[in-house]
């Protein structure tokens, strides 16, 4: 796919994903969600890439959805004149997105600067690590266009992350929270001054390089389990597949030497 709304930098083995229609502080249309459908979908099978960095371009990591068809020759997402079928088709186009970011085995560091809004709020809930510029203000925006705020996978993430009453809070009123408070309970790892934003991504991004690629895949799968885990036997179940997993490659007979010459590991992905 030639995308448009997109701006991907490959830098060695990490994707550098920008939402770019910055003119529109990065809102959904319909050419916007299908290219992050495709994106997603194709970081499944990818393991070249090994780490996504997700951010927007201009003023905005991303407002949401675009309601304004006046908004120029880009199509806005419209929500008048289709039936419920059709509603629940388009609904879940957009929800298939957070899906597709869980499932990839990358993980997904968010960089969240200005409004980060309904849909773009769900995208940064749905990423694995959130970095916060002091600009951040996020909400769950649906509540105030007279619909609910569950919506886009934020009641499954948001209760996990801060609790059900700072979580009811939020969506109930749709009120923001901006990087300080988000930084307090949680929601997001540091806050740094947005222009500083890119560096601290790239701190992030060198870290995990760091590690072998295997042991980071099921990492993020495990973490995605056991989120969801019945009992703690069965989360424990899947670390220890996983840690068996790791035993048998050579990347951990790497790492295990690297350790004891105390000098940076040379993964192989092995």
Not at 81 to 95: D, H, K, T, W, Y
Not at 109 to 125: D, E, I, K, N, R
Not at 199 to 224: F, I
Request: with cysteine.
């Amino acid at each position: 796919m030639n995308y448009e709304t997109l701006h991907i930098e490959k830098r060695g083995s990490a994707d550098w994903v920008t939402f770019n229609r910055p003119d529109r502080l990065n809102t959904l249309n319909h050419r916007m969600i299908d290219e992050l459908l495709h994106y997603f979908g194709e970081l499944t099978m990818d393991h070249a890439t090994r780490v996504v960095v997700l951010r927007g371009a201009g003023r905005a990591y991303c407002a949401g959805l675009d309601l304004d068809n006046n908004s120029g020759s880009e199509k806005a997402y419209e929500l008048d004149g289709n039936g419920p079928a059709e509603m629940l088709r388009l609904q879940r186009r957009i929800s298939e997105i957070v899906m597709r970011m869980r499932r990839c085995p990358q993980p997904i560091v968010s960089l969240v600067h200005g409004p980060a809004c309904g849909g773009g709020f769900a995208f940064a809930l749905a990423s694995d690590i959130r970095i916060a510029g002091e600009s951040a203000r996020m909400n769950a925006a649906f509540i105030r266009l007279g619909l609910s705020a569950c919506d886009i996978g934020v009641s499954y993430f948001l209760p996990r992350m801060v609790g059900v009453s700072v979580a009811s809070e939020l969506m109930m009123t749709g009120r923001f929270i901006h990087a300080d408070r988000a930084l307090r309970i949680g929601l997001v790892s540091e806050v740094v001054p947005d222009a500083h934003l890119e560096q601290a991504g790239s701190a992030y991004v060198d870290d995990l390089l760091a590690t072998a690629p295997l042991g980071l895949r099921l990492t993020k799968e495990c973490l995605n389990h056991s989120v969801n885990a019945s009992s703690l036997e069965a989360a424990v179940a899947m670390e220890d597949r996983n840690q068996v997993l790791c035993l048998h490659t050579q990347d951990f007979k790497e790492g295990v030497a690297a350790f004891m010459e105390k000098r940076p590991p040379r993964y192989a992905n092995t």
